[in-house]
C-alpha cells in the first residue's frame, strides 16, 4: 500500500449534514461535536475518512513557525501589502521569510480576497512548516519535535508521530 498524508482544504462556509444536528455550516460541527463529530461529517458528506487529527491553536501555531526560524512564503503584491499593513511589517511581492505572527496573519486572511484563496493560503504554510522541518538536521527534528508535542492535540500516539517525522 501506499503511504501517503494528504493536505486538502473543506470550505467551512458550505451547508452540510451533521449527524444528529440540522444540517449547518461546516465550521459550527467542531463547536457541537470537537474533532469527532468533524471527522464523522467529513466522511458522511465528502466521504473523507481521516485516520488521525493534530490540532493547534494560534500560540501554539505561532511558536511551531518561530521554533523552526520561520517559513518562506512567495506573496503577492496584495498579500504584502495586506501583511505590510496589518502587521506592521516590511514585505514585498515575492519571497519573504515569515516569523509566527506574519505566518498566523497571513494564513488568517480572507479580506485579501476569498475564503478559497485563504484556504490555499494556510496549505502554502503547512507545506512551508514541513519543508522547513525536513531541511533540520536530526538533532535539531528531535529538539522540535519535544518542544511542539505540548503544543498539539492528537490522537495519534506519540511514537507514531516520531515514525511520521522521520519517515518525512
Given amino acids: 500500500s501506499k503511504k501517503t498524508i494528504t493536505l486538502t482544504s473543506v470550505m467551512r462556509d458550505q451547508y452540510v449534514q ?11 460541527t467542531y463547536q457541537y461535536g470537537g474533532m469527532k463529530l468533524l471527522n464523522e461529517t467529513l466522511l458522511l458528506n465528502f466521504g473523507v475518512h481521516v485516520d488521525g487529527d493534530v490540532e493547534v491553536d494560534f500560540n501554539g501555531f ?3 513557525v518561530d521554533l523552526l526560524g520561520g517559513v518562506e512564503i512567495e506573496l ?3 498579500e504584502a501589502k495586506y501583511l505590510t499593513d496589518s502587521y506592521q ?3 514585498t511581492a ?17 479580506d485579501i480576497d ?4 485563504r484556504a490555499e493560503r494556510q496549505r502554502k504554510v503547512i507545506m512551508s512548516i514541513v519543508e522547513a522541518y525536513k531541511n533540520c538536521t536530526l538533532s535539531e527534528m528531535m529538539k522540535i519535535l519535544e518542544e511542539t508535542m505540548p503544543l498539539i492535540t492528537t490522537n495519534i500516539p506519540k511514537n507514531q508521530i516520531y515514525t511520521y517525522a522521520f519517515q518525512l
Fill in 89 to 91: 511589517g516590511k514585505f
Fill in 76 to 78: 503577492t503584491e496584495a
Fill in 62 to 64: 505561532t511558536k511551531i
Fill in 94 to 110: 515575492g519571497k519573504n521569510l515569515l516569523n509566527g505572527k506574519a505566518a498566523q496573519a497571513y494564513s488568517r486572511s480572507r
Fill in 114 to 117: 476569498s475564503d478559497y484563496r
Fill in 18 to 28: 451533521i449527524p444528529g444536528y440540522l444540517p449547518h455550516q461546516l465550521n459550527h
